[in-house]
């Protein structure tokens, strides 16, 4: 048992909280976006916001890659899996994720599909490797930090000569989805950013010296322990106080400026920028997502089973979008803890622990409604 | 008829048909290490003696994978699984039931160490298995073994139990830390295999309930919470009780391989089932002495007062952080992780 770091948790967290207050000015406002679903969950679970004064605001943001996730991507993969003899493997919860006509990936496999949930993608290679009759398809969603296991599973696959293996590559990219942010109204409503912990390993901290320099909004990435959160809180009012808008790393035990060399490289031999691709919430972001390279096509599911990507509009009551692009929380949506919960869910926002309405209605929805305490 | 082989030999349909190999099975293996009063007679049922006091019945379905794991296996679990089931009613657990389904293919020595553990720990427990039944199911069908066991025991008088009995005021006790037996198994898990240490804390909790009703204190509830682990368990009884709770995270014991583990699959520890650790629900002027007989036994030896039972219209299980600030516990949803018990 560690009573003495729990101690010793309280009193650092406390410190921090208490010059957050003292410095955090009243009379004006600090709207900081965290962009990462890491740190949405983080927020949440220890009831961070409790610890920050009225001035200071966050703004939960898209980077949660399950919920920017387009009903037509899953689509996509509901009918490849319903159409033809494959194994669709994905992460658990891209399986909950609602589709067109009531569907999810989960709903397809009840109807016979054979869909897998796998832990990571070497799990699906190593199936395909085990069921050289079968052909194994994996979809495959994430940020910077989840497209360098793909690369090299696509590698692996080469090497290996593997027939029966391919990719739906839904990977995705922060610094785009920060820039369509900011472009939506010159980020007028946004004072800064904490930056993500585990992309920033792979792509450094140096990809968000733009925002910085022509946007002037602050950005402090940070780890997702809650007292490097609470920290990086800090050092952004602190920056907007001062009038600065810089990069700063509170996560340096982890993040350098020019990030993992080796993992960019090995996601540079085998993807490329797609030219568009649509984010739920933000429209289709130019340049802001990966397909595999030419020379990898045999490997690309898209092209193998020539899926075609049909657009689909979000279920009309559901504020996904709004929620995404950080216009509204959780709590405004008229449906939000009725018709959708995290057992029934309407929107991706309420599937992974980390979208921003999951991670209200399980750990912060009690805050909406005046609980008597004993 | 020549013996089993238990060196070699396997389960095959004729152990199920209610033929001769079903009996050969029954009178080498189950009857030589389960023999109890009852299923020595041989009947279709077992003919019980009198007992004095009100009965409480409990069945359960044991399906865990893998079968064996560190600090236990399925033979074990089921026997502590439902005595513990009894012993949350504050009865004394007297006997069981065990009846066993079979996959064509599973090897006899398995089944052998099975039955050995599990007649192990019905005797640790001082539980007779007095009645059973075998079924083989074809391969493919099953996973290895499944066993459902039943228990019956006997309530002391005065004692009443029941999850609808928390109150505003009241205090809630754990009898020690959290999540061993869902990690214990997780870690065994193919394509999830790490190295641990940690061990499943799989034990009969009845002698602790006894010591716990013989110290007089003023227990509402007594719940195991196995799966869905210790959040789960809370908000059933906040639900049943139509009560809200209020956790203190620091309170809250976690072995510390286990908060790592967890922290390392993105699990939270409130979440992991536990197979012998229970909650009770006690009246707050009971509750230190009730925890100070707790961890006089060894069953209970890190027990703790982990939080209170508040006034809540919505039965919200909320919890104080260690960083000072307040998060619900909220039911589970998604993703149930794969068999554990
Ligand atoms: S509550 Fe549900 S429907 Fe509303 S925004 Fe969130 S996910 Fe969408």
């Known amino acids: 048992m560690k009573f003495v770091d729990e101690f010793r948790d309280r009193e650092l967290a406390g410190n921090i909280a208490f010059n957050i207050a003292r410095e955090a000015d009243p009379e004006r406002e600090y709207r900081l976006m965290e962009f990462c679903g890491g740190h949405t969950h983080a927020i949440s679970r220890y009831g961070l916001t409790d610890l920050l004064p009225p001035s200071v605001r966050m703004v939960h943001g898209p980077g949660c890659p399950v919920c920017v996730l387009p009903v037509g991507r899953i689509d996509m993969a509901i009918a490849l899996a319903l159409s033809q003899p494959v194994v669709l493997c994905t992460y658990g919860d891209c399986l909950r994720v609602p589709a067109s006509s009531g569907m999810s990936l989960l709903k397809a496999k009840a109807q016979g599909a054979d869909i897998r949930m796998v832990y990571s993608v070497t799990d699906a290679l190593a199936l395909a490797q085990k069921h050289p009759e079968k052909q194994v398809v994996f979809f495959a969603i994430g940020f910077e930090t989840t497209t360098p296991p793909t690369a090299v599973a696509l590698l692996q696959a080469r090497a290996l000569g593997l027939g029966n293996f391919s990719v739906i590559s839904n990977h995705v990219l922060t610094p785009a989805a920060m820039h369509a942010i900011l472009a939506l109204d010159g980020g007028a409503n946004l004072h800064g950013f904490v930056g993500p912990a585990h992309v920033s390993t792979v792509i450094g901290s140096a990809p968000y010296a733009p925002f910085a320099e022509q946007y002037r909004k602050p950005v402090v990435i940070a780890g997702f322990e809650p007292l490097d959160v609470m920290q990086a809180i800090l050092m952004l009012v602190r920056q907007i106080n001062a009038g600065r808008a810089e990069v700063e790393n509170e996560f340096t035990r982890a993040v350098t400026p020019e990030g993992n060399r080796k993992a960019q490289v090995l996601v540079d031999r085998v993807f490329e920028l797609r030219e568009g691709f649509e984010w739920r919430g933000l429209g289709t972001i130019p340049r802001s997502a990966l397909k595999l390279r030419a020379e990898y096509a045999d490997l690309d599911a898209e092209q193998r089973y020539g899926l075609v990507y049909h657009p689909v509009p979000d279920s009309k009551a559901c504020e996904c979008g709004a929620i995404l692009r950080g216009e509204k929380r959780p709590q405004d949506c008229r449906i939000f803890g009725t018709a959708c919960t995290p057992d029934n869910p309407i929107g991706s926002c309420m599937v992974s622990s980390e979208g921003a309405c999951a991670a209200h209605y399980t750990y912060g929805r009690f805050k909406d409604i005046a609980v008597r305490a004993a | ?341």
């Open chain 2, 1 to 341: 008829m020549i013996k089993l082989d238990f060196k070699h030999g396997c389960i095959d349909m004729s152990h199920g048909s209610g033929g001769r190999a079903m009996a050969q099975l029954i009178d080498e293996l189950f009857l030589p290490l389960l023999a109890g009063d009852g299923l020595a007679q041989g009947n279709d049922g077992a003919v019980l003696p009198p007992v004095n006091g009100r009965l409480v019945m409990s069945t359960d379905s044991h399906v865990v994978s893998p079968l064996f794991f560190p600090g236990g296996d399925i033979g074990s679990l089921a026997v502590h699984g439902t005595v513990n089931d009894v012993a949350m009613m504050g009865a004394t657990p007297l006997y069981l039931s065990a009846s066993f389904i079979l996959e064509e293919g599973f090897p006899l020595a398995n089944l052998r160490r099975i039955v050995e553990s599990m007649a192990r720990a019905a005797r640790e427990a001082g539980v007779a298995v007095v009645t059973g039944d075998t079924k083989v199911v074809e391969q493919g069908k099953g996973d290895g073994v499944f066993i459902s066991t039943t228990g019956v025991g006997v309530v002391r008088d005065g004692v009443s139990l029941s999850g609808d009995r928390a109150r505003p005021g009241d205090c809630i006790l754990l009898s020690g830390s959290i999540g061993e037996h869902g990690m214990a198994i997780l870690s065994q898990r193919e394509g999830l295999a790490f190295d641990t240490t940690i061990v499943s804390d799989s034990a009969a909790l009845h002698g602790l309930v006894a010591a716990m009703l013989d110290s007089g204190a003023d227990i509402r509830v007594l719940r195991d919470p196995t799966r869905g682990g210790l959040a789960t368990t809370l908000n059933e009884i906040a639900r049943q009780s139509g009560v809200g709770m209020l956790l203190q995270e620091s309170a809250i014991p976690v072995n510390e391989t286990v908060g790592a583990a967890c922290e390392f699959l993105g699990l939270d520890p409130l979440y992991v089932a536990n197979e012998g650790k229970l909650v009770a629900v006690c009246a707050a002027t009971d509750a230190e002495r009730l925890a100070a007989v707790m961890r006089a036994h060894p069953l209970g030896a890190s027990a703790a007062i982990i939080g209170e039972v508040i006034e809540d219209a919505h039965h919200f299980v909320q919890m104080a952080t260690r960083l000072g600030s307040r998060r619900m516990v909220d039911w589970l949803s998604g993703e149930q992780l794969p068999r554990i018990c």
